[in-house]
């Protein structure tokens, strides 16, 4: 398409040609011709430009809310090509950079940065090049290779210091541990006391180290944490993104601290995932579509013993069950959860105390 200097030109020669005819001027004629000469050498140099241009890119597999994506592109030429410029991203989030010069066999590296503002499937590409040719009169674009898709996950959010301290109980309840002698329960190694047993000796670890050392075996007494999500599908799809961080952030504390903890929600069925990739893949993709939170928490309470760090949708539940600490969205009305015993609902804690997050997620005291 032409560009805006491209169209002064374009006018310019259309008066020079109106006014040459009109007066019958041989010069005004050359002049007219060179100007057209010039918008057309400009046009043919801005099309074969991105016609000689190669591009390779990588794509990260996954990427965070609200970071930049490192897209990297590798530019190549056959000939000579100057001022590039390359885009890349998705619809509302792509990005550009001026390539100046890129000579043959030496490809030019470029890194774009956009940045993912939701969670979710991303579409990345396909790139495009544009040029504006030699004398900027025309813009050419170009678009080159495949559509490429990116998972992002949540962004996780600061868990403040009041919140920690609420669920340090639980958390140690969550990590307490007894021995035992199971081959399934290694736990680790440590140095040879007299009177352990040879049999307990690790023999690959001592000649490393060249000193003995013995197995040491542990396994979980307390039967872990369960961080659950509310997937209520009554609730707006927007209600579910802040939660959806906070339980994310949740399970990053927990897992850093150590705890047996798995990530849990109740949808058509039960759904557990304990690895860490796995669990922020399904978080990143989840929409409101299960049960009200009183029923999926009577199921999922059924099906485990672990205690439940819920995350709310909202603050209004009915039929609490034990064994659970709610985390509930900070803006929702107080209303009061009908939970039986006036402190069963929090294991204890005061119903005033009860944990919030914030419309980012962050987790508050």
Request: net charge positive; with cysteine; hydrophobic share 50%.
């Amino acid at each position: 398409m032409p560009t805006r200097e491209g169209l002064v030109l374009l006018a310019i020669a259309a008066a020079i040609f109106l006014l040459a005819t009109n007066v019958m001027s041989g010069l005004l004629f050359v002049l007219d011709a060179a100007v057209l000469g010039v918008i057309v050498v400009g046009t043919a140099s801005a099309l074969a430009t991105p016609r000689r241009v190669r591009v390779r890119r990588q794509v990260p597999a996954r990427g965070v809310e609200g970071t930049p994506l490192s897209v990297t592109l590798s530019v190549e030429a056959r000939r000579l090509a100057r001022l590039l410029v390359v885009e890349d991203g998705w619809p509302g989030g792509r990005v550009a950079a001026v390539v100046p010069a890129v000579l043959p066999g030496r490809p030019e590296t470029v890194v774009l940065a956009p940045v993912p503002t939701r969670r979710g499937w991303h579409r990345v590409g396909p790139v495009e090049v544009r040029s504006r040719g030699a004398l900027g009169v025309f813009l050419a674009r170009r678009r080159l290779g495949e559509a490429a898709d990116v998972l992002v996950w949540p962004a996780l959010r600061p868990v403040a210091p009041a919140a920690v301290r609420r669920l340090a109980p639980v958390f140690e309840a969550a990590v307490a541990t007894r021995r035992t002698r199971h081959p399934e329960d290694l736990y680790g190694v440590r140095d040879y006391r007299p009177g352990d047993a040879l049999t307990r000796v690790h023999w690959p670890s001592s000649a490393r180290r060249g000193a003995l050392v013995v197995r040491e075996f542990e396994q979980p007494e307390a039967p872990g944490l369960a961080i659950v999500l509310d997937l209520d599908a009554r609730q707006p799809a927007v209600a579910l993104d802040p939660a959806v961080r906070a339980a994310a952030s949740l399970y990053r504390l927990a897992r850093d601290r150590r705890v047996d903890v798995v990530l849990m929600a109740w949808t058509t069925g039960p759904v557990v995932l304990r690895q860490w990739e796995d669990a922020m893949d399904w978080l990143a993709c989840t929409a409101p579509s299960g049960p009200p939170l009183a029923q999926a928490l009577a199921r999922l309470r059924a099906a485990t013993d672990r205690h439940l760090v819920v995350v709310a949708l909202t603050d209004e539940v009915a039929g609490w069950p034990e064994g659970c600490t709610l985390v509930a969205p900070a803006n929702a009305a107080h209303a009061a959860i009908r939970a039986g015993p006036a402190h069963g609902a929090l294991t204890g804690w005061p119903l005033t105390g009860r944990l919030t997050y914030a419309a980012d997620g962050a987790v508050l005291g």
